[in-house]
């Protein structure tokens, strides 16, 4: 592709978290193990839930497609990093990196448009138990599924073609692991005025908004609770969104990390290494929070294994 100042751009060269070479195994390892896991513990939470027909409910709809979203969140940049170690080689095509730009954002504000629609649920289910079926039915459910998905998918498009109109110099290594948008718009030496506004635009829109929508839920929720007279009736309540809260307070206190890391430190390497938890550690520790304490998912595993072990 060619930028604006008429000069060919092939690729770029994506940071390393450490140049010793001695290093590199254990990174290679750290990082597949963990990705291995991500991928195995969502693809079981996507597999209790279709194969269980008690898993059939909104809830564990909108938790399927969470754990699908994560699997495509750490695909977009790990198996680059790791195809980068194994062969020795920190570059990436201009095409692979607008690509990485395109997908990882579309995962990234998914995660945040699906753990807000999750948010709204369980404001329904704890303050609307008797009208819970018929607000969320079906057809609710998929339609904002659908419309997330929509949003995010015009926001990466709209993102992506911003980053084609740059222009790029000499320097083509991006201080990252992967091609992060903001990154990729500092590296540009032509205007970059129009990609800034567009981003910090879409970050305040896409961002903002769901976190003010989770704010609103749970503050709605809290209230609800402290309504309920038994303090069996409150336990109950709370422990139908205690592992959302969880996801939800792990997934913006590691992004609120990552920014302030970044804000507060130009180590292109600390950035990138606090990056990693939300990036990688989140969607990781996602099946672990949602299956734990809950015996509907270890539950409709073990069916489903006994199952097969029968046949």
Known sequence: ????????????????????????PLIFWLFLSMYLITVFGNLLIILAVSSDPHLHTPMYFFLSNLSFVDICFTSTTIPKMLWNIQTQNKAITYEGCITQIYFFTLSAVLDVFLLTVMAYDRFVAICHPLHYTVIMNPWLCALLVLMSWIICLLNSLLQSLMVLRLSFCTNLEIPHFFCELNQMIQLACSDTFLNNMVMYFAAVLMGGGPFTGVLYSYSKIVSCICGISSLQGKYKAFSTCASH???????????????????????SKSSATASVMYTVVTPML????????NKDIKRALKAFFVKQNTR
Request: proline share 5%.
């Open 1 to 24: 592709m060619q930028p604006g100042n008429d000069t060919w751009i092939s690729g770029f060269l994506l940071l390393r978290f450490s140049e010793e070479p001695e290093v590199q």
């Open 286 to 293: 996602n099946p672990f929070i949602y299956s734990l304490r």
């Open 245 to 267: 809260l969880s996801v939800v307070s792990l997934f913006y206190c590691t992004m609120l990390g990552v920014y302030l890391s970044s804000a507060g430190t130009h180590s």
